[in-house]
């Protein structure tokens, strides 16, 4: 049987301004940096925001369906695709694609999928504004179900725009964990708008969801954190269409403004909902 949120905290009506606290009469606060200091490891890397001898590509001209990128560096991308970019690096390689106003458009499976590096970085451009959007049609990529998809993790930063329109199954999905730093972020999805299997911690983003199934979730639970979500600073709204935050672990939520509207739960957790006072709506 599935457990209930358990919030340690405050409960209001509706769970919807939940004082919190933390385990222990711990600082959750402090308890909270702590979980991103150990669990996500955000790096300098991850926040670094300008290319370094870049290679360039313009959708434009490109001539073929897929764009292939088997090393790793920086890559900055602009235009219009219809088809893929699909990477293939090292298994310990970084891949930093700079996204600067590109629509790709996949007729079949992901817009981007990262089938092999060790990270993958997607910076958006400031100014810019990108769009993904794939097809119902996923025949060759049963196991890579979302527009965006990476079996690594996946860091998305940067002052720009990203709209991502998965119609056949997720919108943004890492079988790793999913880190999202600024940016403005709008999906719409037939399955969960944004899943990173063993984690998301969203920081200073403006995220604007609306799915079938979940709005964030997370699926694997264990050791060093996994199936945490942390939501700090930025905002959040969610319509969804089960629940709209689905936690396999903890939640943290703090400095945030959330607005929810979900058919099942606004939150749901196999663990420990801490959840600050004015972050949820009521």
């Not at 369906?65 to 390689?93: H, I, K, P, R, Y």
């Amino acid at each position: 049987m599935k457990r209930r949120c358990r919030v340690s905290a405050l409960f209001l009506p509706l769970f919807a301004a939940l004082s919190l606290t933390a385990c222990a009469g711990e600082d959750a606060g402090e308890k909270q940096e702590e979980i991103s200091q150990e669990i996500f490891q955000v790096t300098g890397q991850d926040e670094r925001t300008e290319p370094e001898n870049p290679i360039a590509i313009d959708l434009d001209t490109w001539e073929e369906e897929t764009v292939l990128l088997t090393a790793g560096g920086d890559v900055w991308l602009s235009g219009s695709l219809e088809g893929q970019v699909v990477v293939e690096a090292d298994e310990d390689e970084l891949v930093h694609l700079y996204l600067a106003g590109v629509d790709i458009s996949s007729a079949r499976g992901p817009a981007i999928v990262v089938e092999e590096a060790a990270k993958v970085i997607v910076t958006l451009v400031s100014e810019t504004e990108n769009v993904l959007s794939d097809s119902p049609d996923y025949t060759e990529y049963e196991d890579r179900q979302a527009c965006l998809y990476s079996v690594s993790d996946l860091t998305i930063n940067g002052d720009g725009a990203l709209r991502v329109f998965g119609y056949h199954e997720d919108g943004i999905r890492s079988k790793d964990r999913v880190r999202l730093l600024d940016g403005r972020i709008e999906v719409q999805a037939k399955g969960d708008g944004i899943r990173g299997s063993d984690g998301i911690l969203a920081r200073g983003a403006d995220l604007d969801i609306q799915s079938e199934q979940n709005g964030l979730r997370t699926a694997n639970q264990g050791a060093k954190g996994k199936g945490v979500v942390e939501v700090r600073g930025g905002t959040l709204s969610l319509i969804a269409g089960k629940n709209g935050i689905y936690a396999a672990s903890d939640l943290y939520m703090r400095d945030c403004l959330c607005s929810v509207n979900s058919v099942e739960e606004k939150v749901r957790t196999e663990g420990t909902a801490y959840i600050a006072e004015g972050c949820m709506d009521e």
